[in-house]
């Protein structure tokens, strides 16, 4: 089953966070925990991207409350399923070996 994405741009709340995160991007991998691929990469939300190394990895069960839905379009569907594409053969790649 593929996964569901929120777009680019939505803005949530972690579960047991005080500040909402927008989210920047999706399948990130720690730099210092290349195993693990997170759902999203996110920043603190109004401020933006300020410096690259506070940007927050999470994944969907993470989030708690969706404040915005970000822009979606005919791009960001099919790149969504690109998306989803692509992390169904990775993990199958991975699983297999």
């Given at each position: 089953?593929?996964?569901?994405?929120?777009?680019v741009g939505s803005v949530v709340l972690l579960k047991g966070?005080?500040?909402r995160v927008m989210i920047?991007?999706?399948?990130?991998?720690?730099?210092?925990d290349?195993?693990?691929?997170?759902d999203y990469t996110g920043c603190l939300y109004p401020e933006g991207i300020i410096n690259s190394?506070?940007?927050n990895l999470f994944d969907d069960e993470q989030i708690d409350?969706?404040?915005?839905?970000?822009?979606?379009?005919?791009?960001e569907i099919e790149f969504k399923k690109q998306l989803g594409t692509a992390i169904e053969e990775y993990l199958n790649n991975?699983?297999?070996e």
């Open positions: 089953m593929k996964k569901e994405f929120l777009p966070g005080t500040k920047t991007g999706f399948c990130s991998i720690d730099k210092d290349t195993e693990k691929i997170y190394s506070e940007l409350k969706v404040y915005f839905r970000g822009f979606e379009d005919q791009e991975n699983i297999e």
